[in-house]
């Protein structure tokens, strides 16, 4: 594999850090496309989507490619079922296709139809690739979306593929491409302003004969058939595995060597990448192991919760800065009376102090945070690490484990006391910034344990089985807390 010590030695990265802007991997493709071999384009063109133009005889086939400004050829001449959409994303779908019924439900009516569509988008499920993580993005959508249901919105596809045979127009293919989701919307869109065919039905977009889906995986593992024969494919398959978007590989040494010789702004994007991908690993990890586990989690927040059980979760967090994963049990976090009722019975019992310690194997650190509470908004804080767990219960008055509508003032002081501000640099700014005058205040317990990366990377090789070793670990003490907590 092509691997540049300088990214800026691939054709494809540009100076200045726009390299994962959508436009730019278009480009990327585009250019690719192009310098493939007769053969070779047809190859691709047939797999990706879902052509037959291989069999034709090179002399009757002239392909010719766009970026944004629209081809001067009049798209009409091109036979309806030969006009396609090809949509990419690294998901490879569009919204949940429900969206759609919208239309339907609020009988036209396109200010309800914006108002639901932009309600859901704030809150439903999504994958890794979640535009609800980016304010900008959501709110780019949601404007995007609004123009095109008032019939203000145009409709400029990324890339344009026509395909000529023995002179005569026969395939018309328009690309649209997302670094999350894409946008059923935009896509209906494109098909009507773009494509001229004619929306009589909203049906589901992936039955749609004209719209093809795909991952950029897909077009990875296309264009590596070519790989050893193309020095401009070399460069494609570098640069989507730079920008994150290359065939998923497990984390290796490279990777974090990549991540810990990044030091400046102009790279943040590349250590973001491998971030993402070691995040991966761990998602892998915990879904191995739900067919021996009854539990449910979420891909983005990295939360583990045991099904009918709500004393404690499993709360994985990566850093930003070492790549170190910690693993830990949170309890109590959610509901009040858990704590309240589980800490008095542990502070007075060596033992089931002891029984919950044994569930869990390495080095264990037992957390102390507050979480304070005004209806939807919580700010939660850092204050100390015990190393055992009974110098944790004693060190709060256990009376005081919850405590109702704490004056905002009173919060701050008794934080400032506790802990320096630095160490909750955003909570503490929230704190002061938002207008609320009280706040309901929680103690609650995060039994951690830190992986360092690097030692289980290279030769030991050991990441993936440790962390499903240790999230077991941290399921286990979930079933102990439940056992205590209901005098089991």
């Known amino acids: 594999m092509i691997q540049h010590n300088d990214k800026h030695l691939n054709i494809f990265m540009p100076y200045g850090g726009n390299e994962h802007i959508e436009n730019n991997i278009t480009k ?5 496309l192009e310098v493939l071999t007769d053969n070779q384009q047809y190859s691709v063109i047939d797999d990706l989507f879902r052509l037959n133009i291989s069999k034709i005889p090179d002399n009757d086939i002239r392909i010719y490619y766009y970026l944004q400004k629209k081809p001067s050829y009049k798209i009409e001449c091109f036979p309806k079922e030969n006009r396609l959409l090809f949509a990419i994303s690294p998901t490879g779908k569009a919204w949940k296709t429900d969206y759609l019924s919208y239309i339907n439900k609020t009988d036209g009516d396109k200010e309800k139809t914006l108002e639901h569509v932009t309600d859901d988008m704030k809150t439903m499920d999504r994958d890794e690739a979640d535009i609800n993580k980016d304010n900008e993005l959501l709110n780019i959508e949601i404007a995007e979306t609004k123009k095109i249901l008032s019939g203000k ?7 344009w593929i026509l395909i000529y045979v023995k002179d005569e127009p026969y395939y018309a293919i328009i690309i649209e491409n997302k670094l999350y989701d894409l946008n059923p919307f935009q896509l209906l869109n494109h098909k009507n302003k773009s494509l001229l065919l004619e929306l009589t039905e909203y049906v589901d977009l992936n039955k749609d004969e004209n719209i093809i889906f795909k991952k950029y995986e897909d077009i990875y593992e296309c264009l590596y058939k070519s790989y050893y024969t193309n020095t401009i494919v070399k460069h494609f398959i570098e640069y989507l595995d730079k920008i994150g978007h290359g065939k998923p590989t497990p984390f290796s040494m ?9 030091n400046n702004k102009e790279d943040e994007n590349q250590k973001e990448v491998v971030w993402k991908k070691l995040r991966r690993e761990v998602n892998e990890a915990i879904n191995e192991l739900k067919s021996e586990y009854d539990f449910f989690n979420d891909v983005n927040t990295m939360q583990i919760w ?4 709500d004393s404690a979760n499993v709360f994985i967090d990566i850093s930003k800065e070492t790549l170190k994963i910690d693993i830990s049990t949170e309890v109590g976090v959610s509901k009040n009376r858990i704590n309240r009722n589980l800490f008095p019975k ?9 029984k919950l310690h044994s569930a869990y194997s390495g080095d264990i650190y037992y957390l102390r945070y507050i979480r304070l509470n005004h209806k939807s908004q919580s700010l939660y804080f850092w204050i100390h690490d015990y190393e055992d767990l009974n110098t944790y219960l004693n060190c709060f008055d256990i009376d005081e484990i919850y405590q109702n509508q704490v004056d905002k003032e009173e919060c701050i ?6 802990v320096p501000p630095k160490d909750n640099p955003t909570a503490m700014r929230n704190l ?7 706040y309901n205040k929680l103690e609650y317990l995060r039994i951690m344990n830190k992986i360092n990366t690097k030692e289980h990377i290279g030769e030991k090789d050991d990441l993936k089985e440790t962390i499903k070793n240790t999230v077991i670990n941290h399921l286990k003490g979930i079933d102990i807390l439940e056992n205590i907590y209901y005098n089991r």
């Open 306 to 309: 045991i099904k009918n059980i």
């Open 28 to 32: 990327a493709f585009i250019n690719t």
């Open 254 to 262: 490279s990777d974090f060597k990549t991540f810990m010789s990044i």
């Open 346 to 354: 542990l502070k007075k019992n060596l033992l089931l102090q002891n």
């Open 413 to 418: 002081t008794m934080l400032d006391e506790l």
């Open 153 to 159: 919105g145009n409709s400029i596809p990324d890339a």
């Open 432 to 438: 002061r910034h938002y207008k609320f005058a009280a």
